[in-house]
């Protein structure tokens, strides 16, 4: 997820924790504060009432014969009631004031309601004073809808707002990881101008990515020049080698067990110098020395491997079966690298086929559309264990015959994935091995 | 034919004036950039051999001086560095060949051979080797006006062999010539055998080749 969605997102959430928090307070809050005024009223007003007893008597409020009296307004929203009590529940002049259901006129409705006992003319009388409660309800409800619209619209805006100003904000950010992170390919593409902003964590950033890709530069460049020096270190004594032994085979008068051991010499030079060699074209490839520049019809490329080596095919009597259900174009491709690679693998192919063997050539779109190059053959095969290791450059494992698989395959591997080109190989002893190359979509 | 050999390994160029003086060229030899330059300016060489890693100066600056100043040797770069630059480089500034160390003494000269060709256009193509009669240029081979059908390889092999008559090439040159240095340590198995075989059953067709010897446990050799 976008660090600039997840602000946003953050916001609506707190500002929507925030107004819901106000939401449910709000109506409690509203409602003591009524309630108090409401409360401080009805305690007025019985006052005024024991007050208007006190001075005129009873008689002045009750006319009716049976001793009560009740009254209330048009809208029941306010009813004042007297009656006489036979027995005291509570002390005389203790004021109760509690919510309570009152009905009128078969009309039940809810009140705030005080009432206290007084005593007058040695008669015991309970006074109860009421103010309803239905204007205070209206009112809770009107501020929670208000609070709910106010809620969607305060969000809606804020996201806006902060999508807008986020996105301002992030600005720089994206900046750095595109310019720098994403479009740089190699080291010495590096672009290290800053990048203009004024907050100081994107400096920051700024400033650590620039100095860490100029170390990386700097490494970059004394691996190349490492293996540059390694290079003519190590191929300068075995050119001087291979020259004199081609000299001493030259001699006249050669004795022949000498020059059997020349031949020898030769061939133990020969691997040592092969060796250096896949080294250092792997390390070549890993320091990114060679270009992307090519377009390559792997097809044509096959061919032309084929062509180079199909003698070999011929001369083991394998079988060759090519089918081809897609063409490819390899943009931004090294060629002579992808000739490597391919030559290597049928070159195994062959070398590890049996007799009369068959090698399987396929290239097609794979279900996700990528180009798929498949190579099978019909050879020994690797036991199970060891296929993890064969692009290996340093866990090698041996045939059975003691002899060597060699450097191709891990450079196989290196020119792979340098080229973003996924390998796989699967193989059953005795019956064959199938090399898989995915290449990137272009 | 003279040749300056501009390298600073001493045993090395010793070993290329050895080889290329029993081949019939004149051969000097420079260990330095400098001293490089001041025979490059007094001689007219008709080879020189670089070496683009000196320890004095960068041996490409030498092939521009040497070019700025008309000279009309031809240049084959010799070196060990791996930048796949210094290949270009050279090229672009009229050096005719580049050969990567190690390389073998044989294909140095015959490359030299290619160039000389290349640029004497007029030297003929066509040399007899007992009663054939080989085209370079076309790669064929007649026998009386016979065509005899070659494969490329059959034909690189025997043209290989031929340039270097008189002299015993391993399996491992001729794969080396034939196969370039890519594949893996295949030189063990019989390829080369079997183009030989196939190389003299073709050429016998038409009359005896006694002359491509085998020589027992090193390689073969065509005499002439």
Known sequence: MKLQLKFVLYNAFSKAVIILAIGAFLPIIVRQVVYNHIDQRLVARSDKILQIIGLGGLNEIILDQDCSYGSYNIFKEEFLSIEPLNHLDTEIGTIRIEDGERQFENEVLKHRVLSESFLFDNQLYNLEIGEGLSAIEQLNNTIWSFIIWTLIAVVVISVFIDVGFSRLLMRPLYKIINRKLRDTQHPTQFDTTRVNTTTFEFNYLDQNINEMMQKVKDAFLIEKEFINNASHELLTPISVLQNRFENLLAEKNLPDDVADKIVESQKTLRRLSKTVKALLLISKIENSQYLKNEDTDMRLLTHEVLAEIGERVVHKNIYLDEKWDDDFVFHHSNKSLLHTLILNIINNAIKYNKPDGKITIHGFMNAKNNFTLRISDTGVGIEKENLKNIFGRFKRFRPEDGSSFGLGLPIVQTIASFHGIEISVDSEKEKGTEFTAVFPRQ | ?224
């Not at chain 2, 040497?66 to 240049?75: L, P, Q, R, T, V």
């Open chain 2, 1 to 224: 034919m003279n040749v300056l050999i501009i390298e600073d390994e001493k045993s090395l160029s010793h070993e290329i004036e050895i080889f290329l003086s029993n081949e019939g060229y004149q051969c000097d030899v420079a260990f330095n950039g400098k001293s490089a330059s001041e025979k490059i300016y007094v001689n007219n060489y008709d080879f020189i051999l670089l070496d683009i890693g000196l320890p004095d100066m960068n041996g490409l600056d030498i092939l521009r001086e040497a070019k700025e100043a008309g000279s009309e040797s031809s240049f084959i770069i010799l070196t060990a560095r791996s930048g796949v630059e210094d290949k270009v480089a050279g090229l672009d500034m009229g050096a005719d060949d580049y050969l990567a160390k190690p390389f073998s003494l044989l294909e140095l000269q015959a490359r030299m051979q290619a160039v000389m060709r290349r640029k004497h256009g007029l030297q003929k193509n066509t040399f007899m080797i007992h009663e054939f009669e080989v085209d370079i240029q076309n790669r064929s081979i007649t026998c009386n006006g016979k065509n005899v059908p070659l494969t490329k390889k059959e034909f690189d092999l025997l043209n290989y062999l031929i340039l270097h008559k008189n002299r015993v090439l391993t399996r491992m040159q001729l794969t080396e010539h034939i196969w370039g240095d890519i594949l893996e340590d295949d030189y063990e198995s019989n390829y080369i055998d079997v183009h030989i075989k196939n190389l003299r059953k073709k050429l016998s067709a038409q009359t005896q080749v006694d002359w491509i010897e085998t020589v027992r446990g090193i390689g073969y050799r065509v005499n002439a």
